[in-house]
Nanobody, 123 residues
Framework: QVQLVESGGGLVQAGGSLRLSCAAS????????MGWFRQAPGKEREFVAF????????YYADSVKGRFTISRDNAKNTMYLQIDTVKPEDTAVYYC????????????????WGQGTQVTVSS
């Protein structure tokens, strides 16, 4: 089992920056890929980005390219999501997820999920 805990959400003004963290514990050695997803009010869950745990290769949704940066610190078992130039449409609950398999952009490919952290962007 892998446990994931997100932090770093909050209220931020449009144009500002925010860094989300996802701390992993448990059988972290089994993780192959970790990802970030978000769900805005009244909308379906949306893929944001993923990172391969050991190698660090990344992939982003087109909607966040250039503003979001995913990274990880293996020594701390922590993944990050840097959000720059935040926009009101970034308002959502952000979830981190992990998989021992070849996680894709589909949430169904991830076995482990955090509880989510709320990001609210004011205009």
């Amino acid at each position: 089992q892998v446990q994931l805990v997100e932090s770093g959400g909050g209220l931020v003004q449009a144009g500002g920056s925010l860094r989300l963290s996802c701390a992993a514990s448990g059988r972290t050695f089994s993780m192959y890929r970790m990802g970030w997803f978000r769900q805005a009010p009244g909308k379906e869950r949306e893929f944001v980005a993923f990172i391969t745990w050991r190698v660090g290769s990344t992939y982003y949704a087109d909607s966040v390219k250039g503003r979001f940066t995913i990274s990880r610190d293996n020594a701390k078992n922590t993944m990050y999501l840097q959000i720059d130039t935040v926009k009101p449409e970034d308002t959502a609950v952000y979830y981190c997820a992990a998989t021992a398999g070849f996680g894709t952009t589909s949430g169904d490919a991830y076995e482990y999920w955090g509880q989510g952290t709320q990001v609210t962007v004011s205009s």
